[in-house]
């Protein structure tokens, strides 16, 4: 009989099951995210050799894009803007950064790194670039190999990102009038 409960559940399962494509996609993700995720464990101890927070790094590595809008950093951090006026101050007294009025709207202050940040950054990112053991040591074709994917995923990211950023924004949603 074909219509019995587990013949639904069955096909049901099927319907929910991912596609190979995706299957393999999850199998390539696992185990990158696994040495990500072990690399990330050390991030806070890799940014206090250079007397940051992690959030202080996040930041300077986000300010490399060029100057931002506090409320576009408080955006990136997920927390409100109040908070990041703190954050930029301890930044700031450091020389690391420094506030500017838009060109725009000399209301909205952006944030750019100065001279030393961009020297501290570098270093930084020199630091977080050193592979872990997971990576260094595998065979020299295997690195190559991985490079060339990830260099091919970070292209699929950027031009993701290009897409996302000329996209029109959808016009705010009218005010809703009580009463």
């Known amino acids: 009989m074909s219509g ?3 013949d639904r559940l069955e ?8 596609r190979p494509e995706e299957d ?3 199998q390539a993700w696992a185990p990158l995210f696994e040495v990500i995720h072990e690399m990330m464990r050390h991030f806070p101890a ?10 202080q790094a996040h930041v300077l590595r986000t300010l490399a894009e060029g100057p931002q809008p506090m409320s576009v950093l408080a955006d990136y951090l997920a927390c409100d ?18 506030r500017r009025s838009a060109e725009h709207d000399r209301r909205v202050k952006l944030l750019a790194l100065t001279e030393a940040g961009w020297e501290l950054r570098q ?3 020199a630091r977080l670039s050193q592979p872990p053991e997971a990576i260094t040591g595998l065979a020299p074709a295997d690195l190559r190999a991985l490079r060339d994917v990830m260099l091919r995923a970070v292209r699929n990211l950027e031009t993701r990102r290009a897409e ?12 809703q009038r009580e009463g």
């Not at 096909?11 to 991912?18: L, V």
């Not at 890799?46 to 959030?55: G, K, R, T, W, Y």
């Not at 803007?81 to 420094?98: C, K, M, P, Q, Y």
Request: glycine share 6%; hydrophobic share 40%.
């Open 46 to 55: 890799i940014a206090s050799e250079f007397e940051l927070s992690p959030v």
């Open 24 to 26: 393999l996609a999850r």
């Open 81 to 98: 803007a109040s908070n990041v006026t703190g954050l930029v101050d301890r930044l700031e007294a450091r020389g690391l950064v420094e």
């Open 164 to 175: 996302a950023r000329a996209a029109p924004t959808p016009p705010p949603a009218p005010a």
């Open 11 to 18: 096909s049901k399962q099927r319907a929910e099951a991912p």
């Open 123 to 125: 270093r930084l990112i």
């Open 4 to 6: 019995t409960q587990g």
